[in-house]
Each structure stands twice: as C-alpha cells, then as structure tokens.
C-alpha cells in the first residue's frame, strides 16, 4: 500500500506547557505501539530543542538549510529509533522563509505514515509555518486561565487559516480544585479534549536522561495516555493490558468524555 503521510502539528503559543513532550512521545508511540513510520519535524527554529530528546548532539545541519536552499532534505533526516526518523534545526536564519515548510514536508509524504510537527512556543512566522504546514493540529494546555487565553488565541489563529483542529490536550493537571477542567476547555474553546496528563517527574527524570518517559516508563499514567492518543490516530482504541485494569474497565460505570473524543477522532482521520 502507498504511503501519504498525515501532518499532524502540535501547537502553543506559551512556553513550559510541555508541547516537545507530548508531540514526541506520541511520535514514538506511533512508532513503536502502532508500527509506524514516522517523521519527527522540529519546527522550532529559534529555540530548537527536539535532538536533546534523542541525544542527538552532533546537528550542525537541519531544517533551516533546507528551506535556504542550502542542503537537500533527504540529507538531513536523522533515524533515531525504529521507523522514528528526526528533522532537527540546527540554526535559525532570518533570511529563510519557515512558510516554505509546508511544500518541504509534502515532498516527504510517500516515506512515511504519519509526520509531526513540533511548533514554536510562541506566536511567531515559525508557529504560522507549522500550522499552515500541518493537515491536523492539536493544541496543548495546562488547566489555568493565563494558558488557556494563549490557547484560544492559538486556536483562532489555526481557524482564520482553516487548519482543522483535532483537539485539545490539557497537560500538568494536579488534580487540585482551582484547575480548569476538561469540560470548561472545551466550553471555552469549542474543541474536544482528547488527552488528560497528569503532572509527572517521570517526565522530568526522563529528560535528564536524554530518553523519551515513554521509553523509560512505558507503564506510567503518562505513557498510557499517549498511546491512547496514538491508537486513536490509527482508528484504533488502546486497552492497557494486565488484570487490574481489565477488572477496572469491567466495573466502570461511566465512559470518560476523553475516550468519546477519541472515537470522534477515528472517524475525523479515517
């Protein structure tokens, strides 16, 4: 079967609300749970910080070279893991234009089956090429009212362009009362929630390691959330496995608003 790769871009316009986690997490979910090929695209030009994730510190030529003209961008992909391939940026030149990233990214659609972008943290031409870029965008939050406002800027921004939205992904839930829940983000905003994380040092143990939480701790909670979020962009439902969620699932009473917004979301790509 011919490939023809979905780009699916990760956005925010506020920094530290763990956007490169969770696009690259769910690259490598894709990749490894799902058997996909998958293409990692760093579309942070001004503050590159993916190759970090894959102890990739060797980048002296990346995405920027490729849209100056200056390097073929065959040339610049770097394999990581199985079927996981990286598009870093090694350097950010004013004279190059990222709005170009859109025709670089579709000349790559047969290799692959899925490509994720990981967008600039801020409202920058970097976040405009990445949306414009992308098929699919799913924007990430953390449940206070400072983000959420750059949230639905964000979002306005993706449907003055008319890049669909596929939801929402709220991050750093503490559970604490005073934290905006999925149901008045999706109130506010008009998009679907579709993945919850809870705020884990797993997270944080995993990055000073250089490895993905995914790859250090694929039985935590974040790591089950992400590949709920990946199976559902490959039609399919995640079911965790061992005994005691099997029993968990068995005398759940109630189907989370999440896991609707998923099966929404198979039907929305397939």
Known sequence: MTRRAEIVG???????????????????????????????????????TLNSYFNVIDCDVGLGEVLAGKARIQNVIRPVLPNLHLLPVHYYNSNVDPKHMRQALCSLRSNYDFIVIDSSPALNEETLAAIHASDRLFMITTPDHVTLGSTMRAVKIAKDGRTPISGIVINKLRGKHYEIGAKEVAEVTGIPVVSSYTDNDKVLRSLSDGRLVNVNYPKADVAHETRRLSYALCGKVYKPYGLFSSIGNMFSKRVSQANINRSLLNSDFY
């Open 10 to 48: 990760f956005i925010s316009i506020k920094g530290g609300v763990g956007k490169t986690t969770v696009a690259s997490n769910v690259a490598y979910s894709l990749a490894n749970d799902m058997d996909k090929r998958v293409l990692l695209v760093d579309g942070n030009f001004s503050a590159p």
